[in-house]
């Protein structure tokens, strides 16, 4: 038996494969203690408006990531399903300018930014992006340049966790920040069926890439390296955005 028969022999089922990465979400930043309170409405205005400014780099950069993707891809039936996250955050339709629902994720999130009190232009300037968040995300941005299509697909896998982070912001947020516009919530809503479709491919690819237990291992690491940089966010934010920050230092 070849090495690489060894390794097909001994890999995990697609069930159980499917099942170790979902046992992930406990690393997920759902879990992060600022997560936590944002969602528990415990956090100050000033506070709010910091993640969400910051978060909004991170929507900025998922079309470039997903460019990378696309160009390091292929495969042609890959790429034309791939191609619609882009569209998804860049917008369907560039007649309508910041109008309409074709708009995109980037500029639903910027309504929620308008809607917590931050000006359009102080989002887009990205003035208020900590070095901790620029870092995290454009490492992740880098890793879907280097690696694998397959591998940069793999790492998209942490949607798995979101839909019910979305749904916790949409059940708490109306009742724990009434000072938000509720229309600002667009993008959680418009976000969880299209996380249950991307997730759906995402997972083809990693079940047709991960036919032996070390390719099942390392999309194991990759899917943590995602978590890590999620996570990592967080702890940019938690840092900068203390309950007694100064009210000069606010955004």
């Known amino acids: 038996m070849t090495q690489q028969q060894q390794q097909q022999q001994d890999a995990w089922s697609p069930q159980a494969f499917a099942s170790n990465l979902r046992a992930m979400e406990s690393r997920y930043h759902s879990h992060h203690p600022f997560n936590r309170r944002l969602?528990?409405?415990?956090?100050?205005?000033?506070?709010v408006r910091g993640w969400v400014a910051n978060r909004f780099y991170y929507q900025c950069r998922i079309p470039v990531k997903d460019a990378a993707i696309l160009s390091n891809c292929d495969d042609r039936a890959t790429r034309r399903r791939w191609v619609v996250r882009m569209?998804?955050?860049?917008?369907?339709?560039?007649?309508?300018g910041h109008e309409g629902a074709n708009a995109g994720g980037i500029?639903?999130?910027?309504?929620?930014?308008?809607?917590?009190?931050l000006e359009r232009e102080t989002l887009e300037s990205h003035a208020l992006v900590l070095p901790g968040v620029r870092f995290a995300v454009d490492a992740y941005v880098n890793f879907a340049r280097t690696a694998p299509?397959?591998?940069?697909?793999?790492?998209?896998?942490?949607?798995?966790?979101?839909?019910?982070?979305h749904k916790d912001r949409l059940a708490g947020w109306p009742t724990h920040y009434p000072w938000i516009d509720t229309s600002g919530l667009d993008y959680f809503r418009s976000r969880i069926p299209l996380a249950d479709r991307d997730v759906e491919h995402g997972l083809e690819v990693a079940m047709?890439?991960?036919?032996?237990?070390e390719r099942q291992e390392r999309a194991l690491q990759i899917l943590g390296f995602k978590l890590d940089i999620l996570w990592a966010m967080l702890d940019?934010?938690?840092?900068?955005?203390?309950?007694?920050?100064?009210?000069?230092?606010?955004p």
Not at 39 to 47: M, R, S, T, V
């Open 39 to 47: 969602n528990a409405g415990e956090l100050q205005p000033f506070q």
């Open 87 to 96: 569209l998804d955050h860049d917008g369907h339709d560039g007649h309508d």
């Open 107 to 117: 500029e639903i999130w910027t309504r929620l930014g308008i809607a917590t009190g």
């Open 149 to 165: 299509w397959q591998e940069a697909v793999i790492s998209s896998l942490t949607e798995m966790f979101a839909p019910r982070i």
């Open 208 to 213: 047709q890439w991960c036919t032996t237990r």
């Open 236 to 250: 940019a934010i938690e840092r900068a955005y203390p309950d007694d920050l100064a009210k000069a230092q606010q």
